[in-house]
């Protein structure tokens, strides 16, 4: 099998919309489909990896369940769907994905963005799955309040502000310490720039993931459940009202 070791464009980096593509296979692998560039984002920054298809030139559709990056190489990697035909090195293929649930994950990524200023509380964990998402926060049980977390949230969301991706340097953000909210993930720094997303007047912090282009696309939310997490964890969890 042919190996390469060009990382992986992200075309999802800049434009989080993108629903369809074409890329070349750079090699196949036994842990899955290499591409010289992708719309599917990997699991990562607690989101789950993108699914969809892979479109063969033959009307062969390969169905990715899941994607992954490789960290040591900093390449993607589509993890196709068990009995699925590989394609070859060289190959040429169509790339979509599953829309419905990419949209939905980008609508709770930006609203955990959204929670993570309604809970003034350093963050110890999330994730974002398409039915559901949740922060866990460094914070007494007595401080957080459902209802109170939920109508502050809908209030910012209702405001229809648009976001942004920035880029600032590596001493750009070791001198914001305070832009970093996540005490178990740090953003990757050491290639010179680190990726931010800015809802003016509510939100600037590192993240990497996808986002809608404005908090009114989020729609409402509901906090469905807070929970002690362990010995300082406690767990707001949150799904969309529609």
Sequence with gaps: MEDTALPTDLLFR??????????????????GIELDRTIFYP???????DTGWLLRANGERIAIADTRKEHTRDVVLHLPAAGQAMPEPGEVLGLEIDWARRY?????????HVMSCVVVAPVTGGN?????ARLDFKIEMS?????????????LIARGVATETVWISD????????????????PPSGCGQVRLLRIAGIDLQPCGGTHVANT???????????????????????????
């Design 14 to 31: 800049e434009d989080a919309y993108l629903q369809q593509a074409t890329a070349r296979v750079s090699a196949v692998h036994p842990t």
């Design 43 to 49: 699991l990562g920054g607690g989101q789950l990896g």
């Design 104 to 112: 939905r994950l980008m609508r709770l990524h930006t609203a955990l």
């Design 128 to 132: 974002i799955a398409p039915d559901k």
């Design 143 to 155: 401080q957080l309040d459902g209802v109170r977390i939920e109508n502050e949230m809908n209030a």
């Design 171 to 186: 001493e750009e953000l070791a001198a914001r310490p305070e832009l970093v909210k996540t005490m178990s993930v740090q």
């Design 216 to 242: 009114a696309e989020i729609g409402a939310i509901r906090v469905v459940r807070i929970r002690n997490e362990g010995k300082q964890n406690r767990r707001v969890e949150i799904v969309l009202a529609d």
